[in-house]
């Protein structure tokens, strides 16, 4: 479950249901994964590299018209730009090279 990303609150993130799987199919140090931000299923491809790096690629969605798409949107414009990961306990941090974060936590542990 997304926890944290740009201005949104926490609460809008639950009634979206923000979140991302890395548990797809995988293939040497590459995953298959999806997103979910309230509409659309999102697709993507996500290189693990050593040292932190992470090289996300191939960002694809579904194209259904939603009331509100102001996360999935920032959430879309911005998830490629994404060049580090770090794993702390349950969570997982992903940041680009300016210091923007988005921030999860895994499904079973809020």
Known sequence: MMVSFDQFTKQQMIE??????????????????????????????????????????EVGSTMTACKNMELENAFTKKFESMTNYKIEGHQLILSDHDGNEMQFIAADWD
């Open 16 to 57: 979206n249901k923000a979140e991302i799987n890395l548990t797809g199919e995988k293939s040497r140090n590459k995953v298959k994964g999806t997103a979910t931000m309230g509409c659309n299923s999102i697709f993507f491809l996500a290189e693990l590299k050593n040292n932190g790096k992470i090289s996300i690629s």
